[in-house]
């Protein structure tokens, strides 16, 4: 459910939107938009989760749901969608049930699932013959960042349908920006998650090593957290390594999806990534320990 405490949702017209994919992530995201005073309807794989979702939020703008993904998008002017991977994405945007199906001209599909570069600009071509617009916008923050509106989103696509979504978008973020053409936020959110492997491996690395050293590993980042090693994910996820509790949102079978993306990714560039592949490498030690869905804080299982 998400937090509405101190929540100031910006005052612009009501409008027709279809949410497509009520997980971890898109069901907040959906509510965010229906408490915004939008008229939303969704669409989910499994109907019970949104017909729960409706009734939950049934003060708000007569929400709905549907029977199909095309269903859903018929007569929203702007469509948004957070499902699991590309096959997901395609799924839900092309063949007659799709999305795309029931669109009418000039509407925006607006992809917030984490997915390649490759399928968001597969997409937009497929968005462009039909006269439609297409902007990929994976998000940062993760369940706690969806829950209370404080996404950070990074988009690739062209000006005009950014423009025309980022006030919308807002209801459920703190940042909303554009990167550049189509792909671009997809590369971007790889960027992402190149910066979040390192820095969880080399805080796992650190919490062993004070531990084995005999230290008060909590004090310990309390100070350091002070200086120059402070980052979100010592201030989030440091503290619980030290207490071993590793059910705080996104997975590892998520996080070695999103870094296999980013291996793909490198191949195609040429980028050199030799600590995100050994990170890669160590999630899948996670995985055979039985962590698949512990969350990506988990890696310090392997140094205990």
Same mark, same amino acid.
């Given at each position: 459910m998400p937090s509405t405490n101190a929540r100031n949702y910006d005052s612009i017209a009501p409008r027709k939107l279809a949410f497509i994919g009520?997980?971890?992530?898109?069901?907040?995201?959906?509510?965010?938009?229906?408490?915004?005073g939008h008229e939303v309807t969704v669409y989910n794989r499994t109907a019970a989760k949104a017909q729960a979702w409706c009734a939950e939020y049934a003060a708000t703008r007569a929400p709905r749901h549907a029977d199909t993904p095309r269903m859903a998008a018929q007569g929203a002017e702007i469509v948004f969608c957070?499902? !699991?991977?590309?096959?997901?994405?395609?799924? #839900?945007?092309? =063949?007659?049930? %799709? /999305?795309?199906? $029931?669109?009418?001209?000039?509407?925006?599909?607006?992809?917030?699932?984490?997915?390649?570069?490759?399928v968001a600009r597969e997409l937009y071509g497929a968005a462009r013959t039909? !006269?439609?617009?297409?902007?990929?916008?994976? #998000?940062?923050? =993760?369940?706690? %960042? /969806?829950?209370? $509106?404080?996404?950070?989103?990074?988009?690739?696509?062209?000006?005009?349908?950014?423009?025309?979504?980022?006030?919308?978008?807002?209801?459920?973020?703190?940042?909303?920006?554009?990167?550049?053409e189509s792909g671009a936020g997809q590369l971007t959110k790889m960027v992402n998650q190149i910066c979040i492997a390192g820095l969880v491996q080399g805080l796992s690395e650190a919490v062993a090593f004070g531990q084995r050293a005999g230290l008060d590993v909590n004090l310990v980042l309390d100070v350091i957290g002070k200086g120059a090693a402070q980052s979100w994910q010592l201030d989030n996820r440091g503290?619980?390594?030290?207490?071993?509790?590793?059910?705080?949102?996104?997975?590892?079978?998520?996080?070695?999806?999103?870094?296999?993306?980013?291996?793909?990714?490198a191949k195609r560039n040429g980028a050199r990534l030799p600590v995100t592949a050994l990170v890669d490498q160590f999630y899948g030690d996670v995985q055979q320990m039985g962590g698949s869905r512990w969350d990506t804080s988990s890696l310090i299982k392997r140094l205990r």
């Open positions: 009520l997980g971890v992530m898109g069901y907040p995201m959906a509510a965010h938009l229906a408490l915004a957070c499902v !699991g991977n590309d096959d997901d994405l395609r799924s #839900v945007t092309l =063949g007659a049930d %799709g /999305a795309f199906a $029931g669109m009418e001209p000039g509407a925006i599909f607006v992809d917030h699932t984490t997915a390649s570069a490759e039909l !006269g439609l617009q297409f902007i990929d916008a994976p #998000v940062s923050g =993760g369940q706690a %960042g /969806a829950q209370n $509106g404080l996404l950070t989103v990074m988009c690739g696509g062209d000006t005009a349908p950014f423009d025309a979504v980022q006030p919308v978008a807002m209801a459920f973020s703190r940042a909303f920006t554009r990167m550049g503290k619980t390594m030290v207490a071993d509790k590793f059910d705080f949102g996104f997975a590892v079978d998520w996080m070695r999806k999103d870094l296999g993306l980013v291996l793909d990714e």
